[in-house]
């Protein structure tokens, strides 16, 4: 049987570069055990970085939970429409310094967030379940790994369908100076209207406008 030595050299330039990345695999790992690296690799529960404050630390995730970090209700009740929906502070309202926040929210089938606008922008990165989300009039669904961008002063809303059998839910990324968003209706002509009277959850304020005691205040110079 005639042997075929293009296939065989192929075969062994394979064989080769296995052996290189094998043998370059170990060499690290001796190199960081060597430096104690390895050793001090941890992968438990045990003694993780406080969730306050302003340093480095792992928020470890289990079920769509965060350890150390408390679910909180969307918004107070009667501020603005919505329904079924909690949110859960991830990175910025712990003490740390950044410029953004990093917030999660799980929307239960049939609930809502407020239609809302504002002149920050945010992106929204789905990371359970299917959803659908409304912008500037438009409605799609959207599903995990998703990359939705809220653009300034576009009406938006995300929601969960009823005939979900999971609970939807996004991480939204927004900046830690931001203005109060306004709460809408949709007119039957697919139009916006503000809702007078209604409050957002925001707490946050323009930074000219911040006193001592708001979340981001900076004493003047």
């Given at each position: 049987?005639?042997i075929?030595?293009r296939?065989v050299a192929k075969?062994?330039?394979y064989?080769?570069?296995?052996?290189?990345?094998?043998?370059?695999?170990?060499?690290?790992l001796?190199y960081?055990?060597?430096?104690?690296?390895v050793?001090?690799?941890?992968?438990d529960?045990?003694?993780?970085?406080?969730?306050?404050?302003?340093?480095c630390?792992?928020?470890?995730?289990?079920?769509?939970?965060?350890?150390?970090?408390?679910?909180?209700?969307?918004?107070?009740?009667?501020?603005?429409?919505?329904?079924?929906?909690?949110r859960?502070?991830?990175?910025?309202?712990?003490?740390?310094?950044?410029k953004?926040?990093?917030?999660y929210f799980?929307?239960?089938?049939?609930?809502?967030?407020?239609?809302?606008?504002?002149?920050?922008?945010?992106?929204?990165?789905?990371?359970?379940?299917?959803?659908?989300?409304?912008?500037?009039?438009?409605?799609?669904?959207v599903?995990?790994?998703?990359?939705?961008?809220?653009?300034?002063?576009?009406?938006?809303?995300?929601?969960?369908?009823?005939?979900?059998?999971?609970?939807?839910?996004?991480?939204?990324?927004?900046n830690?100076?931001?203005?109060?968003?306004?709460?809408?209706?949709?007119?039957?002509?697919?139009?916006?209207?503000?809702?007078?009277?209604?409050?957002?959850?925001?707490?946050?304020?323009?930074k000219?406008?911040?006193?001592?005691?708001?979340?981001?205040y900076?004493?003047?110079?």
């Amino acid at each position: 049987m005639a042997i075929n030595t293009r296939k065989v050299a192929k075969s062994l330039g394979y064989l080769a570069a296995g052996a290189a990345v094998a043998g370059a695999a170990y060499s690290l790992l001796q190199y960081y055990s060597s430096t104690g690296a390895v050793e001090c690799l941890v992968d438990d529960d045990e003694d993780l970085p406080e969730v306050k404050g302003n340093h480095c630390k792992l928020l470890r995730f289990r079920d769509y939970r965060w350890n150390g970090v408390e679910t909180q209700e969307y918004k107070a009740e009667g501020t603005a429409e919505f329904k079924d929906i909690l949110r859960t502070e991830l990175v910025g309202k712990n003490g740390e310094s950044c410029k953004f926040h990093v917030r999660y929210f799980e929307v239960g089938p049939g609930g809502y967030s407020t239609m809302e606008k504002h002149v920050h922008e945010h992106v929204v990165i789905p990371l359970r379940g299917e959803g659908i989300c409304m912008m500037e009039g438009v409605t799609r669904k959207v599903r995990r790994g998703d990359v939705i961008y809220v653009a300034p002063s576009a009406p938006h809303q995300l929601l969960c369908a009823e005939d979900q059998k999971q609970n939807f839910g996004f991480l939204c990324i927004v900046n830690a100076d931001r203005d109060r968003p306004v709460a809408l209706r949709q007119l039957k002509d697919g139009s916006f209207e503000e809702v007078l009277g209604a409050v957002s959850a925001c707490e946050f304020k323009p930074k000219h406008l911040r006193k001592p005691g708001d979340a981001g205040y900076v004493p003047p110079k």
